[in-house]
C-alpha cells in the first residue's frame, strides 16, 4: 500500500496475555518509530529504528516491551504479560532518509493500533 | 533533544489568524523546525518545516528569528475544521523524534 499500514487496529485482551502489533512502513522509509498514546495524552515515544537497528530503545516502559525489525522494513511490538495500564493506541510511523533524499523527513504515522487490556 | 515550551491551549474563532510560538532555548545546529498537527483518532501529519527565516506553504507559514531560540506557526484564517492538537519538535529528522504535549487549539464559530 501507499502508507503506513498497521495491525491489528483494533485488540482486546486479557490481563496477562502476551500481544503483537505489526507495522508495515513505506517502501524505502529507512526510520521506522513506535508511539503510545493515552486517551487525551500527548505521544509518548517507546523506540525508532534505523535499518534494523534499534539506537535508542530508552523509551520502552518496561522489560515487558520488546520490538524488533527485519529486513529495514516490517516492525513488531511485542508487550507480554499485558497489565491494563498497556492500554493505549500504538502508533507507527515511519520517515525517509533525510540527508540523502532532499526530504524534508517527515514522519507518516499509520492509523494506530488500539489495545484494550481487560 | 531540545526541550519544547508551547501554550497548553488557544481559542480561537472562524477567519482569523492563529500564531502558536514554540520556545526552544537549546536548539543545536543540526536541529530542524517541524509542526504536526493531530486530530482526534488519527495519527499526527506533518504541516511544515524550517531552519532559519520564513517558511511558507499552502497550509501555513513558519516564522524563525535569526538566534532559532523560537519559532512561531501561523494559520491564515482558521475554519472549523483547524481545531486540532500541534506539536512543535525540534531535532535532527530522522532521528529519535519527541513529541512534547502540544497546544489544543479550539477554533469557534
Known amino acids: 500500500g501507499a502508507g503506513v499500514s498497521q495491525s491489528p487496529s483494533n485488540k482486546v485482551t486479557e490481563k496477562g496475555k502476551d500481544v503483537e502489533l505489526r507495522c508495515d512502513p513505506i517502501?524505502?522509509?529507512?526510520?521506522l518509530y513506535w508511539y503510545r498514546q493515552s486517551l487525551g495524552q500527548g505521544l509518548e515515544f517507546l523506540i525508532y529504528?534505523?535499518?534494523?537497528?534499534?539506537?535508542?530503545k530508552s523509551g520502552l516502559p518496561s522489560d515487558r516491551f520488546s520490538a524488533e525489525r527485519t529486513g529495514g522494513s516490517v516492525s513488531t511490538l511485542t508487550i507480554q504479560r499485558t497489565q491494563q495500564e498497556d492500554s493505549a493506541v500504538y502508533l507507527c510511523?515511519?520517515?525517509?532518509?533525510?540527508?540523502?533524499?532532499?526530504?524534508?523527513?517527515?514522519?507518516?504515522f499509520g492509523e494506530g493500533s488500539r489495545l484494550t487490556v481487560l | 533533544l531540545a526541550k519544547t515550551t508551547q501554550p497548553i491551549s488557544m481559542d480561537s474563532y472562524e477567519g482569523q489568524e492563529v500564531n502558536i510560538t514554540c520556545s526552544h532555548n537549546n536548539i543545536a545546529t543540526n536541529d530542524y523546525i517541524t509542526w504536526y498537527q493531530q486530530f482526534p483518532s488519527q495519527g499526527p501529519r506533518f504541516i511544515i518545516q524550517?531552519?532559519?527565516t520564513k517558511v511558507t506553504n499552502e497550509v501555513a507559514s513558519l516564522f524563525i528569528p535569526a538566534d532559532r531560540k523560537s519559532s512561531t506557526l501561523s494559520l491564515p484564517r482558521v475554519s472549523l475544521s483547524d481545531t486540532a492538537v500541534y506539536y512543535c519538535l525540534v531535532g535532527d529528522p530522522g532521528f529519535k523524534t519527541i513529541f512534547g504535549a502540544g497546544t489544543r487549539l479550539f477554533v469557534k464559530a
Open positions: 529504528f534505523q535499518g534494523n537497528s534499534a539506537p535508542d
Open positions: 524550517g531552519y532559519k
Open positions: 510511523a515511519s520517515s525517509p532518509p533525510f540527508r540523502t533524499s532532499g526530504t524534508t523527513g517527515e514522519l507518516f
Open positions: 517502501s524505502g522509509h529507512t526510520a
